[in-house]
């Protein structure tokens, strides 16, 4: 549970900058800091059960599903975890800055689908795309949000920045 806790404080990446409805010129960069602040598993294994004998697929379609062991304590495939964060503007932790949540759906081998929502003092912006939980960085596309984020378009990346924050890297285009 921790290293998936600290995996997921790697997703979180927010800050503040400006987005407008105007053709791209430069990105704006800007660094700010996370720190898990809780988690919540939706587990399904009895789903998974149920799934492998009563499901809508025919035989040669079950066929096609990896063959995969799931032993720990997972996640697993169709688990769904979400995450809340507390965000700052620098690596002493002093300042907030808001708040994010991530809603992550797995798949195999610890990788996810997240969906991440921050909350910040001008609106909330939204993100998306594929973590892989084994990694201590990621990736995210920027896909809008509201207030003086309406529209909001870019990438947010994250990396370790310690033993219990990340250094998220956000990149908002004009």
Same mark, same amino acid.
């Given at each position: ?5 600290s ?12 987005? +407008?409805?105007?053709?791209a010129?430069?990105p ?6 996370t !720190?898990?602040?809780? !988690? &919540? ?8 059960? #149920? ?5 809508p ?10 063959n995969? +062991? ?19 503007t +620098? ?20 990788r996810?689908?997240? &969906? ?6 001008g609106?909330? *912006?939204?993100?998306?795309?594929? !973590? ?7 990736t *995210?596309?920027?896909?809008?949000g509201t ?5 909001a #378009?870019? $990438?947010?990346? +994250?990396? $370790?920045?310690g033993?219990?924050?990340q #250094?998220?890297?956000? &990149?908002?285009?004009?």
């Amino acid at each position: 549970m921790a290293a998936v806790l600290s995996a997921a404080a790697a997703i979180c990446a927010a800050g503040t900058a400006t987005a +407008s409805g105007t053709a791209a010129t430069a990105p704006h960069a800007l660094t700010i800091f996370t !720190v898990a602040s809780g !988690v &919540q598993f939706i587990n399904t294994g009895d789903d998974r059960a #149920r799934g492998v004998k009563n499901n809508p697929f025919d035989e040669t379609t079950n066929k096609l599903r990896p063959n995969v +062991s799931e032993t720990g304590n997972g996640p697993f495939a169709g688990d769904v975890a979400v995450f809340g964060f507390d965000l700052y503007t +620098s690596r002493a932790l002093k300042k907030g800055n808001g708040t994010a949540s991530y809603t992550c759906f797995f798949n195999y081998a610890r990788r996810a689908l997240c &969906q991440a929502y921050y909350e910040l003092r001008g609106g909330t *912006l939204t993100a998306a795309g594929p !973590v892989d939980f084994n990694d201590t960085g990621f990736t *995210l596309v920027i896909t809008g949000g509201t207030k003086k984020y309406i529209a909001a #378009r870019g $990438q947010v990346s +994250s990396a $370790q920045a310690g033993p219990k924050a990340q #250094r998220v890297n956000f &990149q908002l285009l004009d």
